[in-house]
């Protein structure tokens, strides 16, 4: 018995090792499970709840209304308006390839950038699969909603510029907001598949323009279909940029630089007030419309604007560098006069030509003007008589006036990407060149060839300086800000700076000079003149390609590209200056005939608008101008 009793207690030992290893492996399960409970109720509890509401609630951001555009008479340029987008929310769907295909039967869309936003954004947030949907693509989504589950279509406020192409460069246009950006931003106002300001004002004032975004909370069904509003929080508008433009004269502008239908064209003019420097009309031409960047361009606009030879993105006023042509003259003028080399009485003789050393450079009349002064020189642009007046004082002297008109600098007005010109000198030609200068090189530059380029708003600031006995006002387009309720927030106020060191009887004689190239026989910018107003300004025809031989071919059988630019610039009243103006027209052969008929058509319409004390609107609308 006894040994059967030590043969079970032996036995049992097994076992209770057994029963051990079970129960320590119970004791850890349990305590795995309970951890793990811990885990998704304690530490996870809260992010978990955030997930589970996300299946049931979700937070959509309501887009602002950017703020509107205005003209200087407070008339809508560029605004909002209603449209459709069309999103799509990830985690929603169950099948996304199978969902797309179906929505890209009835609604094109960049199945590629969609693809790339779905990878990069998380499951749970719209994604934008297109803006601006038309009402019929709007009805298509509606009707399917079962087989579309995720795809939900959202009014939002679109950018609309109400004049098309209409001072485009000025207004600038919207893109997608980059992801460098994206990074940079603080505050979180930003999404991916936003809209920012690329350029002009637009990028300028986004800050201002863009508004606070608000958001709405809605409950959801499994599919993502708004079931209710929870809660809503507006957004606040964009603020108002009243800009200096006249929306009537701008529209005069843009009709009257326009080239013959199916011909290439291109060129620039701004209008600006002389003592305020406020800038009433800029065109650039060729243009664009800002509308197909409002909804997102299309990559196949992109490319066609980005790689037109004409170039119609750039900003000719600001960005364009030619050389003046024959209005630098006013410059080499100014310093001949200051510099006490010439004065009213001072003549040289053009026999249609001039000599120095082996070269021979020729006067644009091949006759020769015969003994010219300055008031002579200016009127009938005659070349001669500055290449006498350049070769006197040098390349250095020139472009210290120059600088003083506001040429070789920018500016500053408030446009991205403004070029500064050149005024060329000596160091100037040793420092880039690595060559020294060449007294046949001052020849050309005293007539607005050789190395000079200036922008078209330089050539405006010029004419405005001449006219405001020697004052430099700085370009400016932007009058005010306020909020969308009219609350005044800034005001902007015209920065002059008085140029003390140029004479006023100088500025008088070139003046008088100007004014006889408009009103006198024989002046090269007749065709600019006015009834009841004088006009004072200078024409320019500025060399595009230098012709070898001395005999230049008639217009007509010299390629587009090849011909001469055509400039014309003013200022007017003449007793009292309220206005100057610069005319470019890339190719278009002489000032006086290509430019000067665009200044004067602008001109015109703007003393009809705003006619002087004693001239009424009748007088120079009369059909007789």
């Not at 510099?339 to 120095?356: A, K, V």
Request: glycine share 10%; with cysteine; hydrophobic share 35%.
């Amino acid at each position: 018995m006894s040994g059967f009793h030590r043969f079970s207690i032996e036995s049992l030992e097994p076992l209770k090792g057994k029963i051990r290893i079970y129960a320590i492996l119970a004791v850890i399960s349990f305590l795995c499970l309970w951890m793990r409970i811990w885990y998704l109720q304690i530490l996870k509890g809260q992010s978990f709840e955030e997930l589970a509401k996300n299946n049931r609630m979700r937070v959509v951001s309501l887009s602002p209304f950017r703020g509107e555009l205005k003209d200087r008479n407070e008339k809508p340029l560029v605004g909002v308006r209603p449209s459709f987008n069309l999103y799509i929310t990830p985690e929603d769907v169950e099948n996304i390839p199978e969902t797309l295909d179906f929505l890209e039967e009835k609604i094109g869309f960049d199945r590629k950038r969609l693809n790339r936003g779905i990878k990069q954004t998380r499951s749970f947030k719209n994604i934008l699969i297109k803006a601006d949907v038309s009402r019929e693509e709007v009805a298509f989504v509606e009707e399917n909603k079962m087989r579309l589950p995720g795809i939900q279509v959202q009014a939002e406020p679109l950018r609309s510029y109400k004049y098309g192409n209409m001072a485009a460069h000025v207004f600038g246009y919207l893109g997608e907001i980059s992801k460098d950006r994206l990074l940079e931003e603080e505050g979180g106002f930003y999404r991916s598949g936003d809209l920012v300001g690329k350029d002009g004002i637009e990028k300028i004032f986004e800050s201002t323009l863009k508004g606070q975004k608000g958001r709405k909370e809605v409950e959801v069904d499994v599919s993502g279909r708004e079931l209710a509003v929870l809660r809503r929080l507006p957004p606040v508008g964009g603020n108002v940029v009243t800009l200096t433009l006249d929306s009537e004269l701008q529209q005069v502008a843009e009709e009257a630089l326009a080239g013959k239908p199916g011909e290439p064209f291109s060129g620039a003019l701004a209008l600006i007030k002389v003592k305020t420097g406020e800038i009433l009309a800029m065109v650039s031409k060729p243009s664009f419309d800002p509308n197909l960047f409002a909804g997102g361009i299309s990559r196949k606009n992109w490319r066609g604007l980005l790689f037109d030879e004409m170039h119609p993105l750039q900003n000719r006023v600001v960005q364009g560098q030619y050389p003046p042509g024959s209005i630098h003259k006013i410059a080499v003028a100014l310093a001949g006069l200051e510099e006490g080399l010439i004065d009213e009485e001072t003549t040289f003789y053009c026999p249609g030509y001039y000599r120095l050393g082996k070269g021979r450079y020729r006067c644009w009349k091949r006759g020769g003007h015969g003994k010219v002064n300055i008031h002579k020189a200016l009127r009938e642009s005659c070349d001669v008589y500055f290449y006498n007046l350049g070769n006197k004082m040098g390349v250095d002297t020139i472009a210290s006036y120059a600088n003083q008109l506001g040429l070789g600098r920018l500016t500053g007005i408030p446009l991205i990407g403004e070029k500064s010109g050149l005024t060329p000198t000596k160091d100037w030609k040793l420092k880039e060149k690595g060559e020294k200068w060449y007294p046949g090189e001052t020849i050309s530059v005293s007539i607005g060839q050789g190395f000079n380029l200036v922008t078209p708003i330089q050539q405006a600031v010029m004419l405005a300086s001449v006219a405001n006995k020697g004052t430099l006002v700085k370009p400016t387009l932007v009058k005010k800000i306020e909020t969308s309720k009219g609350e005044l927030i800034q005001e902007f106020f015209p920065e002059i700076k008085t140029n003390e060191n140029i004479s006023q009887k100088s500025l008088d004689i070139i003046r008088r000079g100007l004014r006889a190239v408009v009103n006198e026989n024989g002046g090269t910018g007749r065709r600019s003149r006015l009834k009841d107003i004088i006009v004072s300004g200078k024409t320019g025809t500025a060399q595009v390609v230098r012709m070898k031989g001395g005999d230049i071919p008639p217009e007509e059988k010299t390629p587009f590209i090849f011909r001469d630019h055509a400039w014309f610039a003013a200022f007017a009243p003449y007793e009292n200056p309220e206005i100057a103006i610069a005319v470019l027209v890339e190719h278009g052969g002489h000032g006086g005939s290509a430019a000067a008929p665009v200044a004067r058509k602008v001109m015109k319409k703007y003393f009809e608008l705003y006619p002087p004390p004693s001239v009424t609107k009748e007088e120079i609308s009369s059909p007789s101008n």
